[in-house]
């Protein structure tokens, strides 16, 4: 069974940086995808950024030129760099991975979710 596994949160003031990793872990045929979301308080959950396996990534209009997202294909690993945050960037951020699998001789994509790393900026 795949995991995902988040770090990289915490308490940083405004302005700063961090720059979360979410590792995939366990037996799969392919990775496809891997993606962000973040749910602030009282808000729904939203799209930050994904990349694909080949590198091509997509980031929320919004949040353009202070967030970045890699991928390392060898790690399973995505990473997200956040740069000039502000009390706005404030929530908890999911890592979601969409799968390539062979289950039974069926071919499915399934989408896994991580718990969650709490990101909390300061004024």
């Known amino acids: 069974q795949v995991q995902l596994m988040e770090s990289g949160g915490g308490l940083v003031q405004a302005g700063g940086s961090l720059r979360l990793s979410c590792a995939a872990s366990?037996?799969?045929?392919?990775?496809?995808?891997m993606g962000w979301y973040r749910q602030a308080p009282g808000k729904q959950r939203e799209l930050v950024a994904s990349?694909?396996?080949?590198?091509?990534?997509t980031v929320s209009d919004s949040l353009k030129g202070r967030l970045t997202i890699s991928i390392d294909n060898t790690k399973n690993t995505a990473y997200l760099q956040m740069d000039s945050l502000n009390a706005e960037d404030t929530a908890v951020y999911y890592c979601n991975a969409a799968i390539f699998d062979i289950h039974n001789m069926i071919p499915r994509v399934v989408e896994i979710w991580g718990q969650g790393t709490r990101v909390t900026v300061s004024s």
């Open positions: 366990g037996r799969m045929f392919r990775l496809n995808r």
């Open positions: 990349i694909t396996s080949g590198s091509t990534a």
